[in-house]
């Protein structure tokens, strides 16, 4: 499977950005669907947007129009622009990746993980 590597994550005012990364290396990243799911205390994982292997992005309700899910086919990374960052917004962002073309907002639909990074939001 893919290794990957999250980054960009750090504490940040209300209303701020952030641009969070995900390096995946060892095999053809534009053959997977993939995904970023916060974690906050306490809770499961649940995604807020996915990409699907074509491109094609999905989000939830709640970051539609804050949040950009995107790629680089060529560098294997796959991006997160945060923007307009809220205080529930403050969890454990984690990148996964799955073999297939239509992403799944599940997370038990996806084999491989990063091993997250963290993004505080204070009000």
């Known amino acids: 499977g893919l290794h990957l590597v999250e980054s960009g994550g750090g504490v940040i005012q209300t209303g701020g950005s952030l641009r969070l990364s995900c390096a995946a290396s060892?095999?053809?990243?534009?053959?997977?669907?993939m995904g970023w799911f916060p974690q906050g205390t306490g809770k499961g994982r649940e995604a807020v947007a996915t990409l699907n292997s074509d491109g094609r992005p999905k989000y939830i309700d709640s970051v539609k129009g804050r949040f950009t899910i995107s790629k680089d086919a060529e560098s294997g990374t796959l991006y997160l622009q945060m923007n307009d960052l809220r205080p529930e917004d403050t969890a454990m962002y984690y990148c996964?990746?799955?073999?297939?073309?239509?992403?799944?907002?599940?997370?038990?639909?996806?084999?491989?993980w990063g091993r997250g990074t963290r993004v505080t939001v204070s009000p």
């Open positions: 996964a990746a799955e073999p297939g073309l239509y992403a799944s907002m599940r997370a038990a639909d996806y084999t491989d």
């Open positions: 060892g095999y053809e990243l534009r053959s997977y669907y």
